[in-house]
């Protein structure tokens, strides 16, 4: 049998009865650390134990020293038989090495007694007077980065041992919140004379001098503290409701359609802008068309956000089985073909045209045309080098040349079409994303126009006054500048 029995808080009027009258009658006694207030109390009442603080040397992580606490006690208990294993608090409140312990038991039928105690967050609780029934989250310092913020239940963070894990809380913690959100700092909660308790900006939170193994934090619940993606769902399931707003009620999967494309070029706008705040505010709206989708969904019963994010969590996970998995992949072009076979395989596509057909109708022209055209260089349909590409467009040039002055609208749609394609090919050979290409051509054209209409004004000369040789003059002006 291994008797597990928590020491409480600290304060030794926190010692149940039962705690006592085991630690008074147990021959052997091991506590997992010295450093507890309690402590004290027990050696002047000449209860004799043995500690495990030095594991904590020999260590290299605490789940390490943990594991090796419990490891020890299971050969103690073998050599004894019966023993009693201490820790501060409550033994099932936030201490790995029971769980560690009770999980080797288990599997070597070792009888175990938990021995209820009073934990550090009943201690929390009434120095700061919080009722636990409008939510408690509690949190191991060392999991924080693991674990999901939530501003509206008040947040419990433990272990705070010291400058630089108060540090790593901080950090982890203004992800989420503001720089200057009030928390507070507990330190000795229910320790007579020890006990501090202070409010403070979460900035200042590894200032602290007093940080110690007796450090808790408090992070109260305030729904306005901060805006996450549940702000969001709401917001836009009020949008739709009854009482929401006419437009929003009105639109479809359909009539959003263009919003998601448009939003998602002024995406790539702030991205060639290098404009980082302007990013996130259009990121933002893309984000706004998702949500709007999924409430859209979730109203007609065929899917929500949950079935939205689950859906690319497995696809990412599937698809990334060198990282998840145990495929080998060491390279950029190694991931991109395990991510083509594994796509094929999702997708049901069997042959090769499949794969071309698979690209999107409603994606821009020229990078549907780039797509198809890598897929299909992909089983060798491709031109050897780039001058037989550009022979092709110059091929393709002539067959214009010599349509565009009949009336077979059809026919000359047809070649027009076949010289942009072929100009793609020649952009792909060049690893020249065309889109760019063209666009780059567009904003040209735009600077040079605006120089011959400038010029123009301070001659006050209407544009539309003067010659084509008078612009075109002034168009070479603006290539030499």
Sequence with gaps: MIKIIGLGPGSKEALTIGALEVLKSASKIYLRTEKHPTVDYLKNSNILFETYD??????????????????????????????????????LVAEKS????????????????IVPAVSFVDALMESLKIDPVEG??????????????????????????????????????????KDDFEIYFVRAAGVKNLESIRKMPLYELDRQDDIDYLTSIYIPRDIDSTKDFYDLLDIMEKLRSNDGCPWDKEQTHESLKRYLVEESYEVLEAIDEKDDDKLAEELGDVLLQIVFHAQIGKEDGFFNINDVIEKICIKMI???????????ADTSEEVLT???????????????????????????????AEKVQKKAAKVGFDWNKIEDALDKVLEEYYEVKGVYK?????????????????????ARFLDIDPEFALNYT?????????????????????????????????WEEAKNK
């Design 136 to 177: 408690i989250k509690i949190i191991d310092a060392f999991d924080i980065n693991n674990q999901v913020l939530d501003k509206r239940v008040g947040t419990i963070i433990t272990q705070v041992y010291d400058k630089f894990i108060a540090s790593e809380v901080k950090l982890s913690l203004m992800e989420y919140y």
């Design 406 to 426: 009949s009336k077979e609208m059809a026919k000359i749609v047809e070649e027009i079409g076949d010289l942009i394609f072929a100009s793609v090919n020649v």
């Design 338 to 368: 395990n991510w083509d076979k594994i796509k094929k395989k999702e997708q049901g596509l069997i042959s090769y045209t499949d794969e071309l057909k698979h690209v999107p109708k409603n994606l821009p022209a020229l990078m549907r």
């Design 442 to 474: 567009i904003e040209k054209f735009i600077k040079r126009f605006s120089y011959i209409e400038e010029v123009a004004k301070s001659k006050g000369v209407d544009m539309a006054n003067m010659t084509l040789e008078q612009m075109d003059m002034l």
């Design 98 to 113: 029971v769980n560690i312990l009770l999980e080797l038991c288990e599997k070597k039928s070792i009888e175990t007694e």
């Design 318 to 328: 599937n698809r990334h089985p060198h990282v998840f998995s145990n495929i080998n």
């Design 54 to 91: 030095n594991k904590y040397e020999e260590g290299e992580s605490f789940d390490q020293v943990y594991s090796s606490i419990a490891e020890d006690l299971i050969d103690q208990q073998n050599k004894f038989n019966d023993i009693v294993y201490a820790v501060p608090g409550h033994p």
